[in-house]
């Protein structure tokens, strides 16, 4: 398997655009997570989904930020509008349920780095 | 609210030597604790998961402990190499309650001197 896939790696775009950052887990991972890292704040949980249900988005900072799972494969991070303070560097991860471990073994996605302008 | 912290947050060791970074939690009740290799750039790579009702695990050059009731964990990597240095993160997966999955603390940026 080529692991968790992140797209786009970079993408530098203005204030005011909408930002669509995609993921693809590892086959046959039941779990799926959106992670935010800065330096100030590390790495935040944003979202996760269970069998592509989103169980808890509390970390969703705003509204302006959504995420779908419309399949086991895919799964994507929409912020609009964008905001200069939303530069970061979203991660997606994926991860099969063990059995004495609620999410198991995170594996990670290199990530996506946004600028916002 | 779970909190993880790291301590040092930055380290530089000569080659060949041993050493162990700390790890910290607020909350004793977990489900397990993983730490977190990152290297400049790049996303994480996992490197062992202690189950709650562990002590240790080891791999390779890599040992880590767990001690639930004082919130504590180590990571002790043995004769250490340049390829070692990254940024060492840990992480706590917390039993239900707010966000689930895994609070990380902010890593130990670790640099092994040739």
């Known amino acids: 398997d080529a692991g968790v896939i992140q797209s786009p790696r970079h993408e530098v775009t203005e204030m005011g655009q909408e930002v669509t950052l995609r993921c693809k887990p590892i086959?046959?991972?039941?779990?799926l997570f959106w992670y935010r890292q800065t330096m100030m704040r590390g790495l935040e949980l944003l979202i996760y989904?269970?069998?592509?249900?989103?169980?808890?988005d509390s970390g969703m900072p705003e509204d302006r930020f959504s995420a779908k799972m419309p399949n086991a494969s895919f799964s994507t991070l929409k912020i609009q509008p964008s905001e200069p303070r939303d530069s970061a560097v979203y991660f997606c991860?994926?991860?099969?349920?063990?059995?004495?471990?609620?999410?198991?073994?995170?594996?990670f996605g290199e990530g996506s780095r946004l600028t916002v302008l | 609210k779970q909190e993880v912290t790291q301590i040092p947050a930055a380290l530089s060791v000569p080659e060949g030597e041993n050493l162990v970074l700390n790890c910290s939690f607020t909350?004793?009740?977990?489900?397990?604790l993983q730490w977190f290799r990152q290297d400049p750039g790049k996303g994480l790579t996992s490197l062992l998961l202690?189950?709650?009702?562990?002590r240790e695990q080891t791999s390779g050059r890599l040992n880590a402990s767990l001690d639930k009731s004082s919130g504590r964990s180590t990571l002790y990597i043995a004769a250490s190499q340049p390829g070692d240095s990254a940024t060492y993160l840990c992480?706590?997966?917390?039993?239900?309650?707010?966000?689930?999955?895994?609070?990380f603390g902010k890593g130990t940026h670790l640099i092994i001197q040739p």
């Open positions: 202690i189950q709650s009702s562990q």
């Open positions: 989904f269970n069998n592509n249900v989103p169980i808890d």
């Open positions: 992480a706590v997966e917390v039993l239900g309650g707010g966000a689930d999955g895994l609070t």
């Open positions: 086959s046959g991972h039941d779990y």
């Open positions: 991860a994926s991860s099969f349920q063990a059995k004495q471990s609620r999410t198991g073994e995170l594996f």
């Open positions: 909350d004793s009740a977990i489900y397990n």
